[in-house]
């Protein structure tokens, strides 16, 4: 039974509500400064805590709840016989249900230009005390952090009149787990300001369990990171399909951040195969756009993960008959749509992000190495500045197709290398890509340039143009655009890009040959433009 309640909290949303309707259950309220003041404006009756302990609060509200027979009350347990006659030898009343939450020191560390010692002010010593000492006893005490449990807690005190066993348990594990992230929150800021150390704290929980790892052989668990929004995996909820794998999440958040490369604006989509992009494009509709990103790799498409920045519609859906997805990740999907990629596959995983489009909140990405943690700014933007460095001029007109390029290229694991076209006007398609190599030469001369002629072999016999193959192939690498993540070390790489058409480059620039390379270009009529960032993807 729940006879006497400490209410006291620095964030007051409900508290009023709450406290009304423990007081209509005839509950004793018992609180602190603020709150007891607002419950009071709101006719509520209030005994203060300094009447239970008598001592009135100090040194400017400091110590007010640190006593015995505040500590007392809420440690107390029920059935031990010697707790219980010590608690009435010195008239020690027991306290049923504890409603805290902390000063907001975290606020207040996050304003710029805040004070040490306004720091230190929004320290909680209290409430954490209580909270703890509350959840340590949760067998007989109820302990409420959060605001948004009020509203269960009455909900489950006017329907039995009691909290049950499964409910302190649980508000007790998550009062622990408040008043750890608030001690991490304290370590984190007090280590930079007064020891100058950086510390890093994160904080994931709810994991589930997967099916395996990147192997059979091995276990794996999803972790979702606390409070984390905006358009991320972890918010994504499945509409239809077998439970993700472990490979699933790693190629779904590449597909997540290769379509985010390209904004909102025009309709993107990307394919996904062993955590690399094999397919991307933008087009005037969704089903122009998925056919474009397959062209870029039929071959791989098979079992892939499909992302669009776009509501899933019939025709698209209706275009991937006959063919294997793993997953597919958009905003939302029309009715009909997803009437019929459900019945396409039982196994087939759905994914709707309605946030997809939004901005990213994340700014920072994290790796573990065997005994440590890597923490980078993520890669924003695609160049710091667009200089042509050979005879030959960049064309203007081609500046769109070459970001295009170097969004894809930035997605691509290195060393990569990406070569995009305008296959309609304003509409653009990674042609090929080579990725993943131990040198820049090989991703140019044995994947992207071989891929791109085997795709556009496909397009070729499936668009019959009045022309050979071989002119066909020279028409269109002729305007594409190639872009590598980073400096070419040596001139062999524009003398095979060269040697398949490909006559404008982008590099970062910044190689000890770049006057080497730039000459070569030079000699063989290519264009070339130095975009001074490096795109590295590991």
């Not at 949760?138 to 302990?143: L, P, Q």
């Not at 008043?179 to 370590?187: K, L, P, R, V």
């Not at 794996?220 to 993700?244: C, D, M, R, T």
Request: glycine share 8%; with cysteine; aromatic share 8%.
């Amino acid at each position: 039974m729940v006879k006497r309640a400490l209410l006291s909290v620095s964030d007051k949303t409900g508290i009023v509500d709450f406290a009304r309707g423990l007081e209509k259950l005839d509950i004793q309220i018992i609180s602190t400064g603020g709150t007891a003041r607002m419950l009071r404006d709101a006719g509520i009756g209030v005994t203060d805590v300094s009447e239970v302990t008598g001592f009135p609060e100090m040194m400017g509200g400091r110590v007010k709840t640190l006593h015995p027979m505040i500590h007392g009350g809420i440690l107390c347990v029920r059935d031990d016989h010697d707790h219980m006659g010590e608690a009435e030898k010195v008239n020690v009343e027991l306290i049923d249900l504890v409603a805290v939450n902390l000063y907001p020191f975290e606020i207040t560390v996050s304003k710029e230009g805040v004070l040490l010692e306004d720091a230190i002010e929004n320290i909680d010593i209290g409430g954490p005390a209580m909270l703890r000492s509350a959840a340590k006893n949760y067998n007989s005490v109820t302990v409420v952090c959060d605001p948004d449990d009020y509203g269960s807690i009455l909900k489950e005190l006017r329907s039995s009149g009691i909290i049950s066993q499964k409910t302190r348990e649980k508000l007790a594990v998550r009062a622990f787990r408040h008043t750890a992230d608030y001690d991490a929150t304290i370590d984190t800021y007090l280590s930079r300001v007064l020891l100058d150390e950086e510390v890093l704290r994160m904080n994931f929980n709810g994991g589930v369990t997967l099916r395996y790892g990147e192997n059979w052989h091995q276990d794996a668990k999803f972790y979702k990171e606390v409070g984390v929004s905006g358009p991320v995996l972890a918010n994504a909820k499945q509409l239809h399909g077998k439970e993700l794998s472990y490979n699933n999440y790693i190629d779904a958040d590449n597909a997540l951040r290769t379509v985010k490369e390209l904004g909102p604006g025009k309709t993107a989509v990307t394919i996904v195969k062993h955590n690399n992009p094999c397919g991307l494009s933008t087009g005037n509709t969704l089903l122009q756009a998925l056919g474009a990103a397959w062209d870029g790799d039929p071959i791989s498409a098979y079992g892939s993960i499909i992302c669009t920045n776009t509501v899933f519609d019939l025709e698209s859906a209706q275009f991937l008959n006959g063919k294997f997805i793993e997953i597919i990740l958009a905003p939302g999907f029309e009715p009909d749509a997803l009437e019929y990629l459900r019945n396409k596959s039982a196994n087939l995983r759905l994914l709707e992000l309605p946030d997809l489009n939004e901005e990213f909140e994340v700014r920072d990405t994290y790796k573990y190495v065997l005994g440590g943690m890597l923490k980078q700014a993520r890669n924003m933007g695609i160049y710091e500045k667009w200089e042509t460095v050979t005879q030959k001029p960049f064309p203007e007109e081609l500046r769109a197709l070459s970001e295009f390029s170097l969004h894809a290229c930035k997605s691509v694991k290195s060393n990569a290398v990406t070569l995009a076209y305008e296959y309609s006007d304003g509409c653009y398609m990674m042609l090929s890509m080579g990725a993943g190599q131990p040198n820049r030469v090989d991703s140019i001369r044995k994947l992207a340039a071989t891929k791109a002629r085997e795709n556009l072999a496909v397009i070729y016999e499936r668009e019959k143009p009045d022309i050979s193959f071989d002119e066909y192939c020279e028409h269109i690498l002729s305007k594409c655009v190639m872009a590598s993540d980073a400096f070419f070390p040596f001139d062999d790489s524009i003398v095979h890009a060269a040697e398949n058409g490909i006559m404008y480059v982008l590099s970062p620039g910044g190689s000890i040959r770049d006057n080497e390379v730039i000459s070569t270009a030079d000699r063989l009529g290519v264009s070339m433009v130095f975009t001074g960032m490096r795109h590295f993807l590991h």
